[in-house]
């Protein structure tokens, strides 16, 4: 009998283009409509290396994945997706591979961002599953910012929290350098939702300088 020491170890891998009709559908599947881009937007932004999918596997199965976009003037990494699949759900994995992305992905940047829904209290059941998502961000050394950050979608835009998990040794980060790596997140995800710009515009005065806590020095 196969003991769990004789199971194939995870591992994190960067996908490729032959990747994104598995990704897509999977994102189809797990995700609203607004909260992905359509197909070809995504391989148009692939094409480009600078948004990439990562492949959570062990052994020849796909655990989990994640869709980034590296942010190398704003010196940032934008998580933009991240999933487990279902039937492995619930187990740990998705604390694993938010882990893993941070320790493989994060190392030239100051931090990763990334959003989260607001927890929609007219819909209870849906609420605790997102008040969950926030809890396990936080839990994973995410910090919620106070802007009152706007997604942009096809219809409109979607107000979102707006985390941010900074590398070690940050315990900061100004109104400034938040306003860079949001611009340039929208100029190079959102460049094809025209009334993005005007949502930029509409939260701009909501961001504001952030200090984190040193967890160092709260354990003394």
């Not at 196969?2 to 599947?29: K, N, V």
Request: proline share 5%; charged share 25%.
């Amino acid at each position: 009998m196969d003991s769990i020491a004789e199971q194939p170890s995870l591992r994190l891998e960067l996908g490729s283009m032959e990747d994104l009709p598995t990704i897509f559908h999977c994102l189809q599947e797990q995700f609203p409509p607004d909260e992905f881009y359509n197909y070809e937007r995504m391989e148009q932004m692939m094409h480009h290396n600078q948004y990439k999918i990562l492949l959570y596997k062990r052994g020849d199965d796909l655990i989990g994945y994640a869709t980034v976009c590296s942010m190398v003037e704003s010196q940032t990494l934008w998580l933009d997706l991240l999933a487990i699949l279902p039937p492995y759900q619930n187990d740990g994995y998705g604390g694993k591979l938010f882990e893993a992305i941070y320790q493989k992905y994060c190392g030239p940047f100051n931090g990763v961002l990334l959003c989260a829904e607001r927890v929609d209290s007219k819909d209870p059941d849906y609420a605790l599953q997102q008040e969950r998502r926030l809890k396990f961000y936080e839990k994973h050394g995410a910090y919620r910012l106070k802007t009152d950050f706007i997604l942009p979608t096809k219809t409109g835009g979607m107000h979102m929290y707006l985390y941010y998990k900074p590398h070690k040794g940050i315990f900061h980060i100004s109104r400034r350098d938040q306003v860079e790596m949001i611009t340039q997140m929208f100029d190079y995800c959102y460049s094809h939702i025209k009334h993005a710009p005007q949502l930029l515009h509409d939260f701009n005065q909501t961001i504001v300088d952030e200090i984190f806590k040193d967890e160092r020095k709260a354990k003394k």
